[in-house]
Nanobody, 113 residues
Framework: QVQLVESGGGLVQAGERLRLSCAVS????????FAWYRQRTGDQREWLATISSGRLPNYAASVAGRVTISRDNDKKEVYLQMDTLKPDDTGVYYC???????WGQGTQVIVSS
């Protein structure tokens, strides 16, 4: 079955950067698109970015210019580079196979001011 395992979260200070990873197994990775989402406490999951099988990225307006999504088809991993982090970026970050309900367990990011 499909498995997605996020990692790379942690406690950082405002202004710092963080790179999240999502290791994927159980699917033909190179043919699929992937997305990152964020869920703040008490809120719904918010879409942040998508990368297509052709490596075409798409970003939510709320994070455009501060995040970069990428992928490594050999390692079967998807990444989310986040720069100039703000306390408002605090939340649990999830990756997902686009077009499915396959989610990872999430990785917690806490940005202190």
């Amino acid at each position: 079955q499909v498995q997605l395992v996020e990692s790379g979260g942690g406690l950082v200070q405002a202004g710092e950067r963080l790179r999240l990873s999502c290791a994927v197994s159980g699917i033909t990775f190179a043919l699929r698109s992937f997305a990152w989402y964020r869920q703040r406490t008490g809120d719904q999951r918010e879409w942040l970015a998508t990368i297509s099988s052709g490596r075409l990225p798409n970003y939510a307006a709320s994070v455009a210019g501060r995040v970069t999504i990428s992928r490594d088809n050999d390692k079967k991993e998807v990444y989310l580079q986040m720069d100039t982090l703000k306390p408002d970026d605090t939340g649990v970050y999830y990756c997902r196979v686009v077009g499915t309900q396959d989610w990872g367990q999430g990785t917690q990011v806490i940005v202190s001011s």
